[in-house]
């Protein structure tokens, strides 16, 4: 069982910083790929970036690429989304995924890739 658990500001101005983080509880990060996706209300969950259990490459989507950075601190435990130049249509809540079973070096963008989810953090950005 992993335990995600996220946090970070959730308001913030077009233009804006804010960087999210996931602490994770009952297996250690440096060995599983995580993701983190966001969600409009009726919409699909999408993926936003993820990182490799390898640690060697990291995936950003189009629509962030240049913007946000997906990291992680293995000692610490804990996933990092740090996203820059914020936009109002990156307004959407936010959730930090895991994937334990066996995985490739590849990166997985599919929701249902993913074994564990966090409980989802809402940010707005604010025009």
């Known amino acids: 069982q992993v335990q995600l658990v996220e946090s970070g500001v959730g308001l913030v101005q077009a233009g804006g910083s804010l960087r999210l983080s996931c602490a994770a509880s009952?297996?250690?990060?440096?060995?599983?790929?995580m993701g983190w996706f966001r969600q409009l209300p009726g919409k699909e969950r999408n993926l936003v970036a993820a990182?490799?259990?390898?640690?060697?490459?990291?995936y950003c989507a189009d629509s962030v690429k240049g913007r946000f950075t997906i990291t992680r601190d293995n000692a610490k435990n804990t996933n990092f989304l740090q996203m820059n130049s914020l936009k109002p249509e990156d307004t959407a809540v936010y959730y930090c995924?895991?994937?334990?079973?066996?995985?490739?070096?590849?990166?997985?963008?599919?929701?249902?890739?993913?074994?564990?989810w966090g409980q989802g953090t809402q940010v707005t950005v604010a025009s």
């Open positions: 990182v490799r259990w390898t640690g060697a490459s990291t």
């Open positions: 009952g297996r250690t990060i440096s060995r599983i790929s």
């Open positions: 995924a895991a994937r334990t079973r066996f995985s490739y070096d590849r990166d997985y963008i599919s929701s249902g890739d993913y074994d564990y």
